[in-house]
Protein backbone atom coordinates (compact mmCIF):
# COMPACT_ATOMS: atom_id res chain seq x y z
CA UNK A 1 0.00 0.00 0.00
CA UNK A 2 2.96 2.34 0.51
CA UNK A 3 4.23 1.78 -3.24
CA UNK A 4 1.11 3.32 -4.32
CA UNK A 5 0.68 6.07 -2.04
CA UNK A 6 -2.21 4.88 -0.25
CA UNK A 7 -0.20 3.88 3.60
CA UNK A 8 -0.41 7.90 4.66
CA UNK A 9 -4.48 7.74 3.75
CA UNK A 10 -5.00 4.32 5.15
CA UNK A 11 -3.37 5.79 8.98
CA UNK A 12 -5.17 8.57 8.12
CA UNK A 13 -8.63 6.22 8.55
CA UNK A 14 -7.08 3.95 11.16
CA UNK A 15 -9.48 3.39 13.57
CA UNK A 16 -7.25 3.61 16.86
CA UNK A 17 -9.16 0.71 18.94
CA UNK A 18 -7.25 0.01 22.33
CA UNK A 19 -8.52 -3.54 22.74
CA UNK A 20 -10.50 -6.30 21.20
CA UNK A 21 -13.52 -7.69 23.21
CA UNK A 22 -15.00 -10.70 22.68
CA UNK A 23 -18.75 -11.22 23.67
CA UNK A 24 -21.21 -13.92 24.56
CA UNK A 25 -24.68 -14.55 22.86
CA UNK A 26 -26.03 -12.70 25.61
CA UNK A 27 -23.77 -9.76 24.20
CA UNK A 28 -21.42 -9.72 27.44
CA UNK A 29 -17.86 -9.27 27.56
CA UNK A 30 -16.03 -12.95 28.11
CA UNK A 31 -12.40 -11.57 27.42
CA UNK A 32 -10.66 -8.58 26.15
CA UNK A 33 -6.84 -8.93 24.32
CA UNK A 34 -4.48 -5.69 23.68
CA UNK A 35 -5.40 -4.61 19.93
CA UNK A 36 -2.11 -4.98 19.03
CA UNK A 37 -2.07 -8.80 20.18
CA UNK A 38 -2.95 -10.50 16.45
CA UNK A 39 -0.03 -9.04 15.04
CA UNK A 40 2.60 -9.91 17.66
CA UNK A 41 2.74 -6.39 19.15
CA UNK A 42 3.79 -4.98 16.04
CA UNK A 43 1.11 -1.35 15.82
CA UNK A 44 2.27 -0.16 12.70
CA UNK A 45 1.50 -3.61 10.47
CA UNK A 46 -2.25 -3.54 12.12
CA UNK A 47 -4.63 -0.79 10.45
CA UNK A 48 -8.22 -1.30 11.41
CA UNK A 49 -10.66 0.60 9.10
CA UNK A 50 -14.09 1.37 9.21
CA UNK A 51 -16.38 -1.01 6.36
CA UNK A 52 -16.04 0.41 3.40
CA UNK A 53 -13.05 2.51 3.74
CA UNK A 54 -10.44 0.31 1.41
CA UNK A 55 -12.97 0.04 -1.05
CA UNK A 56 -13.31 3.58 -0.95
CA UNK A 57 -9.53 3.93 -1.28
CA UNK A 58 -8.81 1.66 -3.58
CA UNK A 59 -11.84 2.85 -6.03
CA UNK A 60 -10.63 6.52 -5.69
CA UNK A 61 -7.16 5.58 -6.85
CA UNK A 62 -7.96 3.37 -9.67
CA UNK A 63 -11.12 4.49 -11.05
CA UNK A 64 -9.10 5.78 -14.38
CA UNK A 65 -7.29 2.19 -14.87
CA UNK A 66 -9.12 -1.24 -16.30
CA UNK A 67 -10.01 -3.07 -13.49
CA UNK A 68 -12.84 -4.80 -12.78
CA UNK A 69 -14.21 -4.93 -9.65
CA UNK A 70 -17.49 -7.25 -8.15
CA UNK A 71 -19.65 -6.59 -5.89
CA UNK A 72 -22.89 -8.21 -3.88
CA UNK A 73 -21.00 -11.99 -4.57
CA UNK A 74 -18.77 -14.10 -1.72
CA UNK A 75 -15.69 -16.14 -2.39
CA UNK A 76 -15.75 -19.30 -2.55
CA UNK A 77 -12.41 -20.97 -3.34
CA UNK A 78 -9.23 -19.77 -4.41
CA UNK A 79 -6.10 -21.13 -6.32
CA UNK A 80 -3.62 -19.39 -7.39
CA UNK A 81 -1.89 -20.82 -10.71
CA UNK A 82 0.70 -19.55 -13.54
CA UNK A 83 -0.40 -16.61 -14.48
CA UNK A 84 -3.23 -15.57 -12.30
CA UNK A 85 -5.80 -16.50 -9.27
CA UNK A 86 -8.90 -18.59 -10.12
CA UNK A 87 -11.69 -17.75 -8.49
CA UNK A 88 -14.47 -19.47 -7.83
CA UNK A 89 -17.65 -17.73 -6.41
CA UNK A 90 -20.51 -18.60 -4.37
CA UNK A 91 -22.79 -17.58 -7.75
CA UNK A 92 -21.18 -19.97 -9.23
CA UNK A 93 -19.41 -18.20 -11.95
CA UNK A 94 -15.87 -18.36 -12.06
CA UNK A 95 -13.24 -16.22 -12.90
CA UNK A 96 -9.13 -15.32 -13.35
CA UNK A 97 -7.92 -12.66 -11.98
CA UNK A 98 -4.18 -10.42 -12.03
CA UNK A 99 -4.29 -10.01 -8.17
CA UNK A 100 -7.65 -10.30 -5.87
CA UNK A 101 -8.13 -7.79 -2.98
CA UNK A 102 -10.93 -8.42 -0.60
CA UNK A 103 -11.86 -7.34 3.20
CA UNK A 104 -11.09 -9.72 6.38
CA UNK A 105 -14.63 -11.21 5.79
CA UNK A 106 -13.76 -12.77 2.32
CA UNK A 107 -13.69 -16.22 3.83
CA UNK A 108 -15.94 -15.27 6.90
CA UNK A 109 -19.41 -14.76 7.61
CA UNK A 110 -20.51 -11.42 8.31
CA UNK A 111 -24.34 -10.79 10.32
CA UNK A 112 -25.51 -9.96 6.11
CA UNK A 113 -24.60 -13.76 4.92
CA UNK A 114 -27.10 -16.53 4.84
CA UNK A 115 -26.18 -20.06 5.02
Known sequence: MDRVGLLPKLHAAHIDAQKITFVGADGLPIASIPSEAPTGGE?????????????????????????????SDSI????????????????????????????????????NDEE
Open 76 to 111: AALAERDGGVDVRFKSGESDRFDIVVGTGLQFGKSG
Open 43 to 71: LERDIELPRGTLTSLLLDLTQREHIRYRF
